[in-house]
């Protein structure tokens, strides 16, 4: 069955909780949304390749240029998984239908994974987007650097100090593969902590739009302190070295371990790659700990509610 352009199978139907937050999510989305999204990935395939058209450029900024294409898309991405985790119990206590829902014996568990699957389930478009675009990244973010060095190889000029003079390029089979993997976990866990988020928050404040708001906060708050946190103590050191602060991974969720996986091994990346793991580690660790915390809070809150521990057994007959 479709509705609203999502198809859901025969599993959907199985938790009825998940069911009606599925159908619930896929009526919400705006119809302009709806009708117009096929302009939207055109547009962003329009900026994928006019990005990828900056390295016939050597003086064109496309390493910088992808950055902000990935921080927007992510931006995005986590806006729109908060938001639709926001709604997801709010709107029961609102409309006044929570007290019913609660009556009908669902347990607090069934009624958190299916609330949870069903924002999952309606967010996967956006997981897709987000993935897409930095899977695209990678190779870009290789030829850029490709480019750059072979320039200032044939031009013969010096390059950064303590790195000595350009001498060659090397593939690095393991960080490449380990960077496409972990653009998909990261992906994954991205929109797996943002929706826990939203649901948390959703559950505690039980209004929409104020949880959403205590969402973004929460989700948006390392963003802006590993930000602050990076300027303090990099200042204003070449973008390469800001790239390799290990915790500027925190503030942009490990697209800048991601960029330093792709690149590939000259006299200017020698420790680029081991570098970026530490970075990696740390993203997942805290993608990790808003999933969980998130849903134990919202487990929790339901459980305050009303919802009952465990589904009641049917009597016998």
Not at 28 to 56: D, E, K, N, Q
Not at 68 to 94: K, Q
């Amino acid at each position: 069955m479709a509705v609203g352009g999502i198809s859901f199978g025969r599993t959907v139907t199985a938790n009825p909780i998940l069911w009606q937050e599925c159908l619930y999510q896929a009526r919400s989305i705006p119809a302009l949304m709806r009708r117009y999204w096929p302009l939207g990935m055109l547009l962003i395939g329009l900026i994928l390749g006019g990005v990828a058209l900056t390295l016939r450029d050597i003086a064109s900024p496309t390493r910088e240029l992808a950055l902000f294409t990935i921080w927007i898309v992510h931006a995005l991405t986590a806006a729109r998984c908060v938001a639709a985790g926001a709604n997801a119990i709010s709107r029961e206590h609102v409309g006044q239908t929570w007290d019913t829902l609660i009556l009908t014996g669902v347990s607090a568990r069934h009624i958190l994974l299916g609330k949870w699957e069903g924002v999952l389930r309606v967010s996967a478009p956006w997981i897709l987007l987000l993935g897409t675009v930095r899977l695209v990244m990678i190779p870009i973010f290789t030829l850029a650097l490709v480019n750059r060095f072979a320039w200032r190889a044939g031009n013969s000029v010096t390059s950064y100090p303590g790195y000595g003079a350009p001498t060659g390029v090397e593939w690095v089979p393991w960080a490449a593969l380990l960077a496409v993997v972990m653009t998909v976990v990261l992906t994954i866990l991205e929109v797996f902590a943002c929706t826990a988020v939203g649901l948390a928050a959703s559950a505690l404040v039980r209004r929409g739009w104020l949880a959403m708001i205590a969402a973004m906060i929460v989700r948006f708050m390392p963003v802006a302190l590993f930000a602050a946190f990076t300027r303090y103590e990099v200042g204003a050191a070449p973008s390469w070295r800001v790239l390799r602060f290990p915790y500027l991974g925190l503030a942009d969720s490990g697209t800048a371990p991601l960029y330093q996986l792709s690149l590939p091994l000259t006299g200017w990346t020698q420790d680029a790659h081991a570098g970026a793991l530490p970075g990696l580690l740390m993203v997942m660790l805290l993608l990790a700990t808003l999933t969980i915390g998130g849903l134990l809070v919202a487990w929790w809150a339901i459980r305050r509610d009303g919802a009952l521990p465990h589904q009641p057994r049917p009597a016998a007959t």
